[in-house]
């Protein structure tokens, strides 16, 4: 049965393990990496979406990529910049797929990279309604085949 609402979809992450969720939140960021494009955030998407990782890559992907997401928010400035505001919230969806081990670590690495492509769109004059939940339920529906 596909996934048609967040309730469903939340579900479906609590019922995944650890790995599964990084490996799933990893191909949720995947999909708005190029509102980064940040080599600290691809480096933790490549580490997030392997099965196997040892705690001493986690640590050092986690690191760098928490230091991508301080830098990206000072980048953001004073008058918002949408799209400098949308690379921030990628590095904040990496930081949740490579960060410590956690019930939600995959929805939250889902809703940052929703208010990534909410400020895409927003920069782009496009308004603040986008798909991109429909395509999270569509990827997480792949994964779980």
Known sequence: MA???DK???AKLADLSVSQQRQVAARFVQRVFGLSNDVRVKAALEV???PEISDA???V???AT???RVESFTQCGKETDWGAQAG???AKAAVACVGPASATLAWDAAMQARMAKTCETVATGE???NREAEEQYRILDDFLK
């Open 3 to 5: 996934i048609a609402n």
């Open 8 to 10: 469903d979809f939340k």
């Open 48 to 50: 997030a979406a392997r």
């Open 57 to 59: 890559e986690l640590t």
């Open 61 to 63: 992907v986690s690191a």
């Open 66 to 68: 928490n230091t991508a």
């Open 88 to 90: 921030h919230f990628v």
């Open 127 to 129: 308004g603040t309604e």
